[in-house]
């Protein structure tokens, strides 16, 4: 095999080099160790976000705690508001869900919906061919109502308040989402799927 002088000239430094180094590498460990300490590491970003993600278990009762404190809170105003609200109880034109109930085993809908702020409300519904029927609200509380005459059946609907749609009526029986909307679901008469 032929060398060349400049490769062997190469190698025999970087031999020497090494060896010279060898006796600083011995105890290295020991001296990086020391030297850090009782150092903490520093986090990254990704390791602080995921301490933030996921805390300790002390940080996590303290944000149970104020979960739990905001929702005594929401709860207490509820109540103190909410005794004020037709649909709450006590108010002599509340329809009650058992009304509600009743007209619909007379294949009647009833459809009740609280729009404070509201100047135009109709339901839309495979009823009236998805056609808006008019909600009113004669006594300008806010509530705004509608009863229709129906066969018995499952019927999808929708409220329309000032042109936009709300598909997720609270008395609705169920939801069904099509074309990226929610609908609701109310069945009139003896039951289910158009019976």
């Known amino acids: 095999m032929n060398t060349d002088p400049l490769e062997m000239l190469l190698r025999d430094t970087l031999r020497e080099d090494a060896a010279s180094a060898s006796g600083r590498l011995n105890g290295l460990e020991q001296r990086i160790v020391a030297e850090l300490g009782d150092r903490a590491p520093r986090l990254g970003w990704v390791e602080a976000l995921r301490q933030l993600v996921a805390p300790t278990r002390a940080a996590r009762l303290g944000q149970v705690a104020v979960v739990a404190a905001t929702a005594a809170a929401f709860l207490i105003v509820g109540a103190i ?3 004020d609200l037709p649909l709450v109880g006590g108010h002599p034109k509340a329809e009650s869900r058992e009304t509600m109930l009743r ?3 007379e294949n009647e809908l009833l459809f009740v ?6 100047e135009n409300v109709s339901v839309v519904g495979s009823f009236n061919d998805w056609e ?3 909600l009113s609200d004669e006594d300008g509380d806010g509530i705004w109502t509608a009863r229709v005459s129906v066969p018995p059946g499952r019927y999808e609907y929708a409220f329309v308040i000032d042109g936009r749609w709300w598909g997720q009526d609270p008395l609705a029986d169920e939801y069904v989402r099509s074309f990226g909307e929610y609908s609701s679901v109310r069945y ?8």
């Open 81 to 83: 508001v909410g005794k």
């Open 103 to 105: 007209s619909a085993a």
């Open 113 to 118: 919906l609280p729009a404070l702020n509201a």
């Open 132 to 134: 808006p029927s008019p």
């Open 188 to 195: 009139v008469g003896g039951g289910g799927d158009g019976v």
